[in-house]
C-alpha cells in the first residue's frame, strides 16, 4: 500500500513489509480459496484461514507477522488461526432460512464493498447475489464516490440502494444521487432498484428471493433495522 509505506517510512521503529508483491520482505502466496476460507503460505509455513476473503488474507498476514515478531513461534500462530471465525458485522451470517443466506457486513466505502462481495463470491460460488446497501457515512451520503459506487455493487447479481441518511444536513449539490447509481447498475446488465428504506426494499425483495439466494446488508449503522426484520421475514 503507497500510502501506508509513505506514512512508516518516518517512523523512529523497525519497519516489516507485507504482502503479495515481490517487494515485500515478508511475501506471503495464496495457496487455495475457496467456500472454506484460504489457505497461505508465509515465513515458509502454511496456515488456514476459515472467513473468507482476500483482504482477510493479507489481514491474517499481517498478525501472523506482528504475533511472530514479538515472539509468538509459526507453529502456535498456525494451530491458533483456525479458530479465528471474524468479527460482528463483517460478512456475518445472520439466518440461514429456506436455502437462503443473509449477511450483515459493516462495509461501507466502494473498496470494502469490492472486497466483501468477492469474498462472498468466492465463499458461495453459483448462488445469487443481492447487495442491499445504505448511505450513511460522511463520505457515501456524498457524491464524491458517485462512480466508484455503482463499479462496486454491480458486482452483485441484484443491489437495493436506499435514499442516503440524513439527506437534509448534506448541501443538495453535494449529495449522493442513489438513484442514478441504481440506473447505471441496470444499465451494466444487473437488477437494481432505488427506494427509499427498509420497509420498501423488504416489501420488494422478498417475492424475488428465490432458495440458494444470498442476501447481503452493508451499512454501517441500523439500516432501519433491515437485517432482524428480513431475520423474523425469512422464519416464517
Same mark, same amino acid.
Given at each position: 500500500d503507497p500510502n501506508a509505506l509513505a $506514512?512508516?517510512? =518516518?517512523?523512529?521503529?523497525?519497519? !516489516?513489509? #507485507? +504482502?503479495? +508483491?515481490?517487494?515485500?520482505?515478508?511475501?506471503y502466496k495464496v495457496l487455495k480459496e475457496d467456500a472454506s476460507g484460504s489457505v497461505l503460505s508465509l515465513h515458509g509455513r502454511e496456515f488456514h484461514l476459515k472467513v473468507p476473503g482476500r483482504h482477510n488474507v493479507h489481514n491474517a498476514s499481517m498478525a501472523i507477522c506482528a504475533a511472530h515478531t514479538l515472539g509468538v513461534s509459526l507453529e502456535t500462530i498456525a494451530s491458533i488461526l483456525p479458530e479465528f471465525r471474524g468479527v460482528r458485522r463483517r460478512l456475518e451470517v445472520r439466518a440461514e432460512a429456506k436455502g437462503i443466506t443473509l449477511v450483515d457486513d459493516f462495509g461501507h466505502h466502494p473498496s470494502a464493498l469490492r472486497e466483501s462481495i468477492a469474498a462472498l463470491r468466492a465463499k458461495y460460488p453459483g448462488r445469487r447475489l443481492w447487495a442491499l446497501f445504505e448511505p450513511r457515512s460522511n463520505t457515501t451520503r456524498r457524491g464524491i464516490f458517485q462512480n466508484e459506487l455503482a463499479q462496486s455493487l454491480s458486482a452483485a447479481d441484484g443491489v437495493y440502494i436506499a435514499e442516503i441518511a440524513r439527506k437534509d444536513q448534506i448541501d443538495p449539490q453535494m449529495r449522493l444521487d442513489p438513484k442514478?447509481?441504481? =440506473?447505471?447498475?441496470?444499465?451494466? &446488465?444487473?437488477?437494481?432498484?432505488?427506494?427509499? &428504506?427498509?420497509?420498501e426494499i423488504l416489501k420488494d !425483495?422478498?417475492?424475488?428471493?428465490?432458495? +440458494? =439466494?444470498? #442476501?447481503? #446488508?452493508?451499512?454501517? +449503522?441500523?439500516? &432501519? &433495522?433491515? #437485517?432482524?426484520?428480513?431475520? $423474523?421475514? !425469512?422464519?416464517?
Open positions: $506514512v512508516a517510512k =518516518d517512523a523512529p521503529c523497525e519497519i !516489516l513489509e #507485507v +504482502g503479495s +508483491g515481490p517487494q515485500a520482505a515478508a511475501r442514478k447509481i441504481a =440506473d447505471d447498475i441496470r444499465k451494466a &446488465g444487473r437488477e437494481s432498484f432505488y427506494l427509499p &428504506g427498509p420497509e !425483495l422478498l417475492p424475488r428471493l428465490k432458495t +440458494g =439466494d444470498v #442476501v447481503a #446488508v452493508f451499512t454501517n +449503522g441500523s439500516f &432501519g &433495522g433491515l #437485517v432482524e426484520k428480513l431475520s $423474523v421475514a !425469512l422464519a416464517k
